[in-house]
C-alpha cells in the first residue's frame, strides 16, 4: 500500500480564493509526522507546515492550515487567499520513526495553478 | 535560501561513470537526508546521517553511498552510472533528535547520464 496518496495530479484556483490539496496517509505507527512542501517551477522543495501525531489542534502558518483528522489518516492542507506565486507543485509527506532515524515517505504531487 | 548547500547544481557525465554530489546542512543542523526525484520514481527517499552515523536507509541502490564527515558535511557518491539514474537529487537537513524533525531542502544538484 502506498504511504502517502495524493489523489489529485493538478487543481485550479481563482486567485484569492482558497483551495484544499488532499493527502491521506497509511502507517501503524502511532507516533509519526506529516509534512507539506511546495515545488515552485524553479525546483527547490520549500516547508509550509507541520503537524505531529499527538497534536491536538490542526497546524496554521499564515495562509496555510492543515486540516489533519486523525482518524480518517487525511491531512488535507488548506491554502486560504490564493496568490499567483501560489502555483507550484505541492507534496504531503510523512515521517515514521525507524529503531534508529526516521523513514521519510513522499506523495506524487498535486500541480496547483493560480489563475488571475 | 534554506541555508543547506548543495553542489553541482548540474552534472553531466556518462554511463559508467562515478560521481560525488555534496551538501552542507544548515547551521547547527545534525541530520542530512539525501532524495532521488525522477519523473517516474517521485520523490524517494534514500539514507538519512545524523552525527556522523547511518540512522536510516530508503530506497538506495548498492551503487550508491553516503557518509557524513566531523564537519557535518555529507557527500553522496554514485557510482557505474546508468542512464536511469538521470535525475535531481535533493539533499536536506534537520536538527535531529527531535520528533518534529523539520527538513530544509537544498536547491538540488541535477545529474544527467548520458
Known amino acids: 500500500a502506498q504511504k502517502i496518496t495524493q489523489t489529485q495530479p493538478g487543481m485550479f484556483v481563482q486567485e484569492k480564493e482558497a483551495v484544499t490539496l488532499d493527502c491521506t496517509y497509511d502507517t501503524s505507527d502511532p507516533s509519526y509526522g506529516l509534512f507539506w512542501y511546495k515545488q515552485p517551477s524553479s525546483g527547490e522543495m520549500i516547508f509550509l507546515i507541520y503537524?505531529?501525531?499527538?497534536?491536538?489542534q490542526n497546524a496554521t502558518e499564515g495562509r496555510y492550515s492543515l486540516n489533519f483528522q486523525k482518524a480518517r489518516k487525511s491531512a488535507n492542507l488548506v491554502i486560504s487567499a490564493s496568490q499567483l506565486g501560489d502555483s507550484a507543485m505541492y507534496f504531503c509527506a510523512m515521517r515514521e520513526p525507524t529503531l534508529t532515524g526516521n523513514q521519510f515517505y513522499f506523495g506524487t504531487g498535486t500541480s496547483l495553478t493560480v489563475i488571475p | 535560501d534554506s541555508g543547506v548547500t548543495q553542489t553541482p547544481k548540474h552534472l553531466i557525465t556518462a554511463t559508467g561513470q562515478r560521481v560525488t554530489l555534496r551538501c552542507s546542512p544548515r547551521s547547527g543542523d545534525l541530520s542530512v537526508y539525501w532524495y532521488q526525484q525522477s519523473l517516474d520514481q517521485g520523490l524517494q527517499f534514500l539514507i538519512q546521517y545524523y552525527n556522523g552515523e547511518e540512522r536510516a536507509k530508503g530506497n538506495i541502490l548498492e551503487r550508491f553511498s553516503a557518509q557524513q564527515f566531523p564537519d557535518l558535511h555529507s557527500e553522496l557518491n554514485l557510482s557505474s552510472l546508468e542512464l536511469g539514474d538521470s535525475a535531481l537529487y535533493f539533499c536536506?537537513?534537520?536538527?535531529?533528535?527531535?520528533?518534529?524533525?523539520?527538513?530544509?531542502f537544498g536547491a538540488g544538484t541535477r545529474l544527467s547520464v548520458l
Open positions: 536536506a537537513s534537520s536538527v535531529g533528535g527531535l520528533a518534529k524533525n523539520i527538513q530544509y
Open positions: 503537524q505531529g501525531s499527538y497534536d491536538q
